[in-house]
């Protein structure tokens, strides 16, 4: 039997969170170099939907992984309904995107089977036969190659925006979907999760955002971000901030992009008055192209930007507003 | 005779509502335990070692984080309800400051597994030498901070529960005694919240910002001094472990892959650059 790779792609409340697609695209790659063969599973109740979604991509083969004591989600159930599935096809290789979610439970399942998880991976090596994985540390400061001391499966979670989902390969055929029925006893679930709530009145979810105009201490003032807000409108883009603008309230919690708040990586992201401390980076760093204003010419961002301009913010935003608005006029 | 006599009993009475009502007052106290982390500082310049797979520890440290809220969380807990805060942590020496630090909070006691190898230790064997540590304590709630800054494994409260066949929540934000148990206000992406219901004893990770950090007093520091700290030798709990399951093959400093394009000119000119470059090249135009 051929080394198999598992990406457990993620759904939350019936849709398929859209990181999994990066999660899908880092197996494909991994199985294209390694020969392995990539399956994928959705666990939940009545996923089949889902597990058809994921089935159109390149892949051999779709658990649909179902009770309905799987949803909603608790790590109990989760990891109780991994670990049969993943004891039952013992994959070499488990994949998944390192969200809250994962986060919640992973752990629990690799030390339930005596094994650990190498998390919030960015990349991966192939070294002769071994695979190490990429990950940072000390806040993005130092990067680290990591390889397992232990016997398959080997658990991986890859941090948002390390592979491209919109590189995800799509199968010539549909792959084949496998409903596994999983019984959950009772007692094995602990947790009573209540409903998911937005707190804030118009929550936006970041990570769906294409186009980010953001704002750091360089804005100054609460009153000064109407004029990133009308950049963000021209481009039709989202506001999004570094964490001391929502700290103080400026922007609601939801609009923070960083380490403790969103990872993003949209299509653009334009950084005004952002220093670029490693704990903003790793939220946006994936972004396909970034666009950093800054006065200091030393600001960390610049070690990340594509096009650059050290100059004031509030000198280039208004001329590049009306630059926008005309160039979109023009179409 | 009869006046001495009713004085007795009502003094039975009192006695025994003060027995009830402190025995219902201890059954509600929380003893809680805090896991502590010490890591270097966040803006310290760190310098690889000699063989590239671990830093240089010459650097200044501190509190992680997340950690030091966790601690506030604990304590504030604690002044809700009456009970205990112990906290722990791993590593040699220097690790001992956290401690002090935390008793001079507020914390009760501290347990320090003393030793420089503990740091080289990963998520799994650090979770499995604190279980071992802290067998036989009848804790009903232990708390760690959500990840810490040096590794951000945020695994180590998660492999904990699942050691101590203890239910978990990861990323808390708000913690309420219940009936029942808890019920804890767990962070999601983008905004949403989710409330959860959970039996003790039970492992939380807190989240940063649940609350406002504390100072130590003066008066707390001094009153540190007298409080138990408990080493525990390396030697103790090496039977718990059985070497790490992952390695780091190396350490270094990440390659800038990006050609960065300055943009120069007056500001109308720039805007102008830069509205090409959304247009031919970032293409959101």
Not at chain 1, 57 to 78: G, H, I, M, Q, W
Not at chain 1, 140 to 145: E, P, S, T, V
Not at chain 2, 147 to 154: E, I, L, P, R, V
Request: charged letters at 25%; glycine letters at 8%; proline letters at 4%.
């Amino acid at each position: 039997m051929p080394d198999t790779i598992l990406v457990v792609a993620e759904q939350r409340e019936g849709k398929l969170n859209r990181v999994s697609w990066e999660t899908v695209t880092a197996g494909q790659a991994l199985a294209s170099q390694t020969g392995w063969t990539l399956e994928a599973a959705v666990v939940g109740s009545g996923i089949s939907g889902i597990a058809s979604e994921v089935a159109s991509r390149k892949a051999a083969k779709v658990y649909a992984v179902e009770s309905p004591k799987l949803e909603p989600y608790t790590p109990d159930a989760f990891a109780f309904a991994l670990k049969q599935l993943i004891e039952s096809k013992q994959p070499k290789l488990v994949l998944m995107p390192h969200t809250y979610q994962v986060r919640d439970f992973v752990p629990k399942l690799a030390t339930a089977m005596g094994r650990t998880v190498i998390s919030d991976c960015v990349g991966y090596k192939k070294e002769g036969d071994k695979l190490v994985f990429t990950r940072q540390m000390f806040q993005g400061k130092l990067a680290a190659d990591v390889s397992f001391g232990c016997e398959p499966p080997w658990f991986v979670t890859f941090q948002n925006g390390a592979f491209r989902g919109d590189k995800v390969e799509t199968g010539a055929a549909a792959a084949r979907v496998e409903t596994v029925n999983v019984e959950i006893g009772d007692g094995v679930i602990r947790n009573r999760p209540q409903e998911v709530f937005k707190e804030a009145k118009q929550a936006v979810d970041l990570t769906q955002a294409e186009i980010i105009v953001s704002v750091g201490r360089g804005i100054k003032e609460q009153k000064n971000i109407e004029l990133a807000r009308q950049l963000a409108e021209a481009l039709g883009g989202e506001i999004a901030a570094s964490r001391p603008i929502c700290d103080s309230g400026w922007l609601p919690m939801d609009r923070q992009i960083g380490s403790s708040g969103q990872t993003v990586a949209p299509k653009l992201y334009l950084a005004l008055g952002i220093s670029g401390a490693i704990q903003h980076i790793v939220g946006m760093k994936g972004a396909r192209t970034i666009i950093a204003v800054n006065k200091d010419s030393e600001a960390p961002i610049f070690e990340i930007a594509d096009y650059a301009v050290v100059g004031n913010l509030f000198d280039i935003v208004p001329p590049l507003i009306e630059e926008v608005r005309k160039a979109k006029a023009t179409g | 005779m009869k006046q001495s006599g009713r004085h007795n009993s009502w003094l039975l009475w009192v006695a025994l509502v003060a027995a009830i009502l402190t025995r219902s007052y201890r059954e509600n106290e929380l003893k809680i335990l805090v896991c502590m982390k010490q890591v270097p500082q966040k803006d310290a310049p760190l310098k690889l070692n000699e063989t590239a797979n671990w830093i240089r520890e010459d650097v200044s440290y501190e509190v992680n984080e997340p950690d030091a809220y966790a601690l506030e969380e604990a304590l504030r807990q604690k002044e809700k309800h009456g009970g205990e805060v112990a906290v722990i942590t791993s590593g040699p020496a220097r690790a001992q400051q956290v401690l002090r630090e935390a008793l001079a909070k507020g914390a009760d006691r501290a347990i320090h597994l003393e030793d420089s190898a503990f740091v080289g230790l990963d998520a799994l064997s650090t979770a499995r030498v604190f279980a071992a540590a802290i067998k036989g304590e009848q804790f009903d709630l232990i708390f760690t901070g959500l990840q810490s800054d040096d590794f951000g494994f945020a695994q180590t409260g998660v492999i904990l529960a699942e050691l101590l066949g203890w239910p978990h929540a990861t990323i808390i934000m708000q913690i309420e005694k219940t009936e029942t148990g808890i019920r804890v206000k767990r962070e999601l992406e983008a905004g949403y919240f989710q409330y959860v219901d959970m039996p003790l004893p039970a492992v939380l990770t807190i989240q940063s910002g649940i609350n406002k950090l504390r100072y130590a007093t003066l008066i707390g520091i001094k009153q540190a001094k007298n409080k138990p700290l408990r080493k525990v030798a390396l030697a103790e709990v090496q039977p718990a472990i059985s070497g790490n399951l992952q390695k780091i093959e190396r350490l270094y400093v990440p390659q800038k892959t990006k050609n960065t394009e300055f943009l120069e000119g007056s500001a109308g000119e720039v805007a102008k650059k830069l509205v090409d470059k959304l247009r031919n090249e970032a293409r959101v135009i």
